[in-house]
């Protein structure tokens, strides 16, 4: 695993930190020349037979589990579509976003395209995709629905999923303490002191085994955000052209990330990064979302059955006001360079992989994450897995905040540099931050959703 150097916690990113990046500069700007904010074309209705025959080319990354879905879904569209034959195309991971960005500017996108949350909203401004039918889904059983509708009330994502933050433990080192899951508190202030309980320091005074580790840029964004949340606290002003990050519950929050490390002591930057300290047990306790599984178990097989999650912990020790962020994997996008009956052969393939309870079990247990259907939420295939249990349990209270602008990441990079690293006093790195985010906020329309969260929904 990748450490952080003493220059920053700005390390090699991982193949699966490559895919939760925003949109590069230059998609944007390739983007741009699609004359953003074009009024979309009207979805076509999923309802009946397609009209169209011939073949519609799907664009993917590589990701195993999910090609071994996909493929599934191919071959029993197969049997009731032999008209319309599915062309499966999956690049290598590192060039897609590029090429689906560059595609869609062209006017010359796929059909159909696997699209990340973080890329969605450049196409959604340049009129590169399609709107979801209105009768493609019963949206009100949908998780997403509040976070996904644009300005016209059209639906423009379907989540295969969401992926929350919850704690991971080792279910030996517990065992050897005394402890068991249970043991894990619901209240930040008494998860603390179960984290300082469970550090291990060397003779001289270095942590050799973190209480619970959080050493990884990406939990420091999510968690940060997340704990907004958890105060009911928001990142941006009502119309999308402020930070909020300089007004108290940020600083709450971002206060309680400098004092995980230099204050309460119970993770260390020296160890393994993100999930590498924990696999090697090196921590007690990890803290990530299920994504981490579907990677840490092929890199490290000793782990199998040696863990077990709780969910995230929150200041009032409830649900309320919110256990903190969601982000969805979002799937797939129908492109609007198309005439409108392949653009309806594009959303009945999607229906056919996405778009039932069977399949939202399917999806959630091959990606480690909740699904996306309410009634799914409960079903006994999903609450006995440990890992989506403990995600799926706090959906209905966790705030998804729409887009992720792509000029946030380098000042949120910095800024935990700063407070970490450089123990800079967080007020004045929250000040440098929103300064800069405040000067490119109003430069485009921003598609921000938090505002929509509705707790227990």
């Known amino acids: 695993m990748n450490r952080p150097t003493r220059k920053g916690l700005n390390r090699p990113i991982s193949r699966r930190e490559f895919l939760r990046l925003s949109g590069t500069a230059l998609g944007a700007a390739l983007l741009a020349s699609c004359g953003g904010g074009a009024a979309p074309t009207a979805a076509p209705e999923a309802g009946g037979p397609p009209a169209f025959k011939g073949t519609l080319d799907i664009w993917d990354w590589e990701f195993p589990v999910r090609e071994e879905l996909v493929k599934k879904y191919i071959e029993s569209w197969d049997q009731e579509n032999s008209d319309i034959k599915i062309n499966y195309l999956v690049y290598p991971w590192a060039d897609m976003e590029t090429k689906i960005l560059a595609a869609s500017s062209a006017k010359n996108g796929p059909p159909i395209s696997d699209v990340m949350y973080f890329w969605r909203y450049d196409l959604q401004r340049g009129g590169a995709i399609e709107p979801y039918p209105d009768d493609f889904?019963?949206?009100?059983?949908?998780?997403?629905?509040?976070?996904?509708?644009?300005?016209?009330?059209?639906?423009?994502?379907?989540p295969s999923g969401w992926f929350v933050d919850m704690i991971y433990y080792n279910n030996e080192i517990f065992e050897q303490e005394g402890l068991k899951g249970s043991d894990i508190p619901t209240k930040w202030d008494d998860f603390i002191k179960l984290a300082q309980q469970l550090t291990v320091k060397d003779s001289n005074g270095k942590i050799s085994r973190a209480g619970c580790a959080m050493n990884d840029y990406w939990q420091h964004e999510y968690l940060w955000q997340g704990l907004i949340y958890q105060q009911s606290g928001w990142m941006y002003n009502e119309d999308g052209t402020k930070a909020l990050w300089e007004e108290e519950p940020s600083m709450v929050a971002l206060q309680f990330i400098q004092d995980w490390?230099?204050?309460?002591?119970?993770?260390?930057?020296?160890?393994?990064?993100?999930?590498?300290?924990?696999c090697n047990d090196m921590a007690a306790m990890f803290m990530g979302s299920g994504w981490n599984t579907g990677f840490f178990?092929?890199?490290?097989?000793?782990?199998?059955?040696?863990?077990?999650?709780?969910?995230?912990?929150?200041?009032?020790?409830?649900?309320?006001?919110?256990?903190?962020?969601?982000?969805?994997e979002e799937n797939w996008q129908a492109f609007s360079n198309y005439p409108d009956d392949q653009k309806a052969a594009a959303f009945a393939f999607i229906q056919h992989m996405m778009a039932s309870d069977e399949r939202s079990v399917e999806w959630a247990l091959a990606q480690e994450c909740s699904p996306d259907s309410k009634k799914v939420l409960s079903d006994e295939r999903i609450t006995t897995i440990p890992t989506i249990r403990s995600q799926a349990e706090t959906m209905k209270y966790r705030v998804c905040f729409g887009e992720r602008p792509i000029e946030?990441?380098?000042?949120?990079?910095?800024?935990?540099?700063?407070?970490?690293?450089?123990?800079r006093a967080v007020k004045d790195a929250l000040h440098d931050a929103t300064v800069e985010m405040d000067k490119v906020l109003p430069t485009k329309k921003r598609y921000f959703t938090e505002r929509n969260y509705t707790p227990g929904a």
């Open 137 to 158: 889904v019963d949206w009100n059983d949908r998780v997403s629905t509040p976070f996904m509708k644009d300005e016209n009330g059209k639906i423009r994502g379907f």
């Open 261 to 278: 490390y230099n204050k309460h002591g119970i993770d260390s930057l020296e160890l393994p990064a993100g999930y590498g300290g924990f």
């Open 297 to 328: 178990l092929p890199e490290f097989p000793q782990m199998e059955g040696r863990f077990d999650t709780a969910v995230l912990p929150t200041f009032t020790g409830k649900p309320e006001p919110s256990y903190g962020l969601a982000s969805p």
């Open 408 to 423: 946030a990441e380098k000042l949120w990079r910095t800024m935990f540099d700063q407070v970490i690293l450089e123990q």
